[in-house]
């Protein structure tokens, strides 16, 4: 577990690239270059009350002069991208964080499908495919036309890319059941989007190995149904015990008795909060872990166990 330096940035420049869609350039005031980042890496960034939340790097990860997000005003949000998209103009600092990438791209045969702005991974992740040849296909659904997210792809996957728009009567429509059915079994598939999609993709990919199917997620899946209940923390350098009650996460008890432990989304996303675990049944109830990392390694801030879990600490 480690924290993550956080840069002070200053905005280059922005774009506007649709009514509600920003792309926000940032560079170091001093620095010729910035942390290098690897395709599918995000960013936290750290809003004006203090709350954290993360974007992807849509910039191209062999140019580390600056870095790139893009940003899609959502009105019923939780503030962050509007005040990202009336706040952020040139010359404004900004938090930055070092990169982080929790959507690892596999060196193999890939299909990418996004659906709206959970483009934005994506394109950096297409690109690196392209170079290599080993971009299969690339889908991309959106209500309304995104012609500079397209003319972006374009530039890399012409040949691949498929694009839906759901306001457009004449638009194809992607056809998951087909696309799924047709495919190689030896794809890897990467995909970021709409909740709806991410689910409709999981559940036709049921019978795929879990290793070859990706997702990215920037806000938690919530289990209405999940019901709570305490247990404790084991300590392994210290043998302490600390009681976790049913509303509270292990992060909130470590930080009361006096752990510093570092923290950003505070919803299982990001992955700030990732500790190593000796022992214990634990409840995984993040979306960045695999099923391998998950051996071993948990959320903090909100996976649970049942009894009693003992942490790397
Ligand atoms: S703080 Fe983001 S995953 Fe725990």
């Given at each position: 577990?480690s924290a993550?330096?956080?840069m002070?940035l200053?905005?280059?420049?922005r774009?506007?690239?649709?009514d509600d869609?920003v ?7 001093l620095k010729?270059?910035?942390p290098?980042?690897?395709?599918g890496a995000?960013?936290?960034?750290r809003?004006?009350d203090g709350?954290i939340r993360?974007?992807s790097?849509?910039?191209?990860p062999?140019?580390l002069?600056?870095?790139a997000i ?11 991208s509007s005040?990202?998209?009336?706040y952020?103009i040139?010359?404004?600092?900004a938090?930055v ?10 060196e193999t045969r890939?299909?990418l499908i996004a659906g709206g702005?959970?483009?934005t991974p994506l ?12 971009l299969y296909a690339?889908h ?6 995104q ?7 374009k530039n890399?996957c012409d040949?691949?890319?498929s ?7 004449k638009?194809?429509r992607?056809?998951?059941?087909a696309l799924?059915?047709?495919l ?5 598939i990467?995909?970021c ?5 991410m689910?409709?993709?999981k559940?036709l ?5 879990p ?7 920037f ?10 209940e305490?247990?404790n923390?084991?300590?392994s350098?210290?043998?302490?015990t600390l009681r ?5 996460s292990i992060?909130d ?6 752990h510093?432990?570092?923290s ?9 909060c990732e500790c190593?675990?000796?022992?214990g049944?634990v ?8 099923p ?13 166990a049942?009894?009693?879990v003992?942490?790397?600490?």
């Amino acid at each position: 577990m480690s924290a993550r330096i956080i840069m002070k940035l200053h905005v280059e420049r922005r774009d506007q690239l649709d009514d509600d869609l920003v792309r926000i350039w940032l560079k170091h005031p001093l620095k010729p270059h910035l942390p290098a980042w690897s395709p599918g890496a995000h960013v936290d960034l750290r809003l004006e009350d203090g709350k954290i939340r993360q974007y992807s790097l849509t910039s191209d990860p062999q140019d580390l002069s600056r870095y790139a997000i893009t940003v899609k005003r959502e009105n019923d949000g939780r503030g962050g991208s509007s005040w990202i998209h009336e706040y952020l103009i040139e010359g404004v600092e900004a938090r930055v964080s070092t990169p982080r990438n929790n959507f690892v791209l596999s060196e193999t045969r890939s299909l990418l499908i996004a659906g709206g702005v959970g483009v934005t991974p994506l394109i950096s992740m297409g690109q690196a495919l392209n170079e290599k040849n080993l971009l299969y296909a690339f889908h991309f659904c959106s209500r309304r036309r995104q012609s500079n997210v397209e003319r972006d792809l374009k530039n890399f996957c012409d040949s691949t890319l498929s694009t839906y728009v759901s306001d457009e009567p004449k638009s194809p429509r992607l056809d998951l059941v087909a696309l799924i059915g047709s495919l190689p079994r030896d794809l890897h598939i990467y995909c970021c989007g709409p909740k709806r999609l991410m689910a409709e993709v999981k559940e036709l990919t049921n019978d795929w190995n879990p290793k070859q199917i990706h997702f990215e997620f920037f806000s938690t899946e919530i289990d209405e149904n999940y019901k709570p209940e305490p247990f404790n923390v084991i300590i392994s350098s210290t043998g302490q015990t600390l009681r976790v009650p049913e509303n509270h996460s292990i992060l909130d008890m470590l930080r009361m008795a006096g752990h510093i432990i570092p923290s950003s989304c505070r919803q299982g996303v990001c992955g700030t909060c990732e500790c190593v675990y000796r022992s214990g049944d634990v409840i995984h109830r993040d979306s960045v872990l695999s099923p391998d990392a998950r051996q071993n390694r948990m959320m903090l801030c909100v996976s649970r166990a049942r009894g009693s879990v003992t942490l790397d600490l």
